[in-house]
């Protein structure tokens, strides 16, 4: 069959590679067509889109970058109709994505979202779309199943796909000396806000002779260049940019500062004991505050239903803050095994390694009969 697949971010790209890997194992006629990145294109396929051409996020960057956003998809249902794939495969990014779930129905294709939009958390109205306009639906966390049955739908879970590429992973030392890990996201809209308060916590961490050692390591986005980190340091920095790394750097970290979203989850499963760290434009954060309807930001505490990790957002992520969690989760030994005992119950949550698999050959099994 012929696969036309869209994914708009870093972890999106992640989670497509993984599972056209798995439909190119199962499917002997399999083409694929992609938006994504280099991790998709590794796996096969035509590329027809690099991601980091439409990965946006806030409203005000959406807002400055709309006319781009209208040109690609207008090529997009251009392409769709040239092409003519079996099934149309969204992967999470929901403010493109569901536009081409409208498109592609209203034209006769089959449409699967996997990585379901997180309508749970804000702008629960759209769900009647999703009806109207997509298939099958994959989720990949517990916890949204029950909100997607309530509001009509009923979503496909296999496990998670982060699992498994953890569990894939053959890890390198990262150099000598304690590491704390810095995650600061995938987009400069959230490195612009986080970074600059990680560099502060540099000072405060030189001043205590207990702490003054360790490294801050910055796993870097394969979507941004070396000058978009280091407009937002200042030059005397000591903190390390690496890239490609990002599960290495991690794996040996004694603790981490990170991004919200998929970075925490990575974090959890490799069991590095972390601060889950969000900052936005204050008018977007000021929108988002009144639109989002979720207990947890982190990906951690709202699959246990509980706090299991520190969250600091918007004012609460100062660099003082940051420096007082750290300096529990280095120094509180009670406090870290309690940790440790929340990512094992997560890990049992999320699956045993093999939901891409699984969800490649549901997929094809339910439109090949078609």
Request: aromatic share 10%.
């Amino acid at each position: 069959m012929k696969y036309y697949i869209i994914a708009g971010e870093a972890s999106g790209n992640l989670h497509a590679a993984s599972l056209m890997r798995a439909l190119f194992a199962c499917d002997r006629a399999c083409e694929v067509r992609f938006w994504g990145g280099e991790a998709m294109a590794a796996a096969g396929g035509t590329q027809v889109r690099d991601y980091r051409s439409t990965d946006v996020m806030g409203m005000m960057e959406v807002l400055a970058k709309a006319p781009r956003i209208l040109r690609h998809l207008a090529f997009c249902k251009r392409d769709l109709r040239a092409w003519k794939p079996d099934v149309v495969i969204l992967v999470d990014y929901p403010g493109f994505n569901m536009k081409v779930a409208r498109f592609a129905r209203r034209k006769g294709f089959h449409v699967v979202w996997y990585i379901a939009p997180k309508l749970w958390a804000h702008q629960p109205q759209r769900v009647d779309a999703l009806k109207r306009d997509v298939e099958v639906l994959y989720c990949i966390f517990p916890f949204e199943l029950d909100w997607f049955r309530q509001h009509g739908v009923e979503p496909r879970y296999f496990g998670n796909p982060l699992v498994g590429q953890v569990q894939q992973t053959r890890f390198r030392r990262m150099g000598e000396g304690p590491i704390i890990a810095l995650l600061a996201g995938s987009r400069e809209m959230e490195i612009k806000y986080l970074l600059p308060r990680f560099a502060r916590l540099e000072q405060l961490l030189d001043a205590d002779p207990r702490l003054a050692g360790y490294r801050l390591v910055l796993a870097a986005a394969p979507s941004l260049t070396p000058e978009q980190y280091r407009k937002y340091m200042p030059r005397t920095s000591r903190i390390e940019l690496v890239w490609d790394h990002t599960y290495d750097i991690l794996h040996q970290a004694e603790a981490a500062l990170v991004c919200s979203g998929t970075a925490s989850l990575e974090a959890a499963l490799l069991g590095t004991p972390q601060v889950v760290c969000y900052a936005l434009h204050p008018l977007t954060y000021a929108v988002a505050r009144r639109s989002v309807h979720v207990p947890f930001i982190s990906l951690v505490n709202l699959t246990l239903g509980r706090v299991a990790v520190p969250e600091l957002i918007q004012e609460e992520a100062t660099p003082e803050r940051m420096f007082l969690e750290l300096e529990h989760l280095l120094r509180d030994e009670s406090g870290r095994a309690q940790m440790a005992a929340d990512y094992r119950e997560l890990k049992e949550m999320l699956g045993d390694g093999k939901a891409s698999a699984r969800t490649a050959k549901d997929l094809y099994e339910t439109f090949a009969r078609i």
